[in-house]
């Protein structure tokens, strides 16, 4: 079974604070992704990676950067914690390459609080 | 841009009973995948049932089964038969046909079971 991995389930933070949160999967898989989920806007794309080194922007990347230096491992980072961060964060992966299903394994989510 | 609108934010169903799920969404692509995704409370999303556009038949897995109306950009998840462990957000995705890998997500719809 695909499995990925957030590093935190639940951080609190003080605004303007540099926060991290890490994402590990061990299938393999060439993408990467970043979700915000919000109640009543749903998940909301920040960040996605194809490749070691690669990525794009999604829908809302103001705030963010992302890290990816290894295949399995993809960072979020926000270098300056605003309260309209206060979110979940979910973490996805899933193949790449023509004819993929596109189908996303997702990690358990990271709440983060900040104060 | 590819939008998705779920635009029932809340529904509740009676054990055994039958319950749609509605969907609807914007594109002017003819390959695409269309997805529903079960978020259960503090677990982790997972996939519940996946519709290729260009394949006619409606998808089916045990309990689950979409209408997929292609002409009317509609997308519809049947539950049957719910059971408690039913309950949960049910969020609707698409995603564009060929390499591309991103899922675009509606804003989601919780179910309740009741007894």
Redesign the interface.
């Known amino acids: 079974d695909v499995k ?1 991995t957030q590093s935190s389930r639940y951080l609190v933070k003080r605004t303007g604070e540099k926060v991290f949160l890490e994402c590990v999967q061990d299938m393999d898989h060439e ?1 990467m ?1 970043w ?1 915000r989920q919000d109640p ?6 920040i960040y ?1 990676s ?1 490749d070691v080194k690669m990525k794009e922007k ?1 829908d809302i990347p103001e705030g963010y950067s992302v890290s990816r230096e290894k295949k399995e491992r993809f960072s979020l980072i926000l270098e300056s914690a605003s309260t309209n961060q206060t979110s979940m964060y ?1 973490c ?1 992966s ?1 193949l ?3 004819g ?5 394994f ?4 990271s709440r983060l609080t900040v104060l | 841009a590819q939008t998705v609108t ?1 635009s029932q ?1 809340e529904m509740s169903v009676q054990e055994a009973e039958t319950v749609t799920l509605s969907c609807t969404y914007d594109t002017s692509e003819s390959d695409y ?1 269309l ?1 529903w ?1 079960k978020q259960p409370p503090s ?5 519940v049932i ?1 519709q ?1 556009a260009y394949k006619q038949q409606n998808a089916t897995e045990n309990r689950f089964s979409v209408n997929f109306q292609k002409a009317a950009k509609s997308f519809s998840l049947k539950i049957s038969d719910s059971q408690l462990g039913d309950a949960a957000m049910y ?1 609707c995705a698409y ?1 564009r046909g ?11 719809t919780r179910l309740q079971v009741t007894l």
């Open positions: 990925v993408n992704f979700y009543g806007l749903g998940l909301r794309l996605f194809y999604g979910l996805a899933s790449g390459g023509q993929n299903t596109g189908e996303l997702f990690g358990e989510g | 779920q934010p995948y997805f995704y677990r982790q999303m997972i996939l996946r290729e969020f995603r060929g390499t591309a890998s991103k899922l675009t997500f509606g804003t989601g």
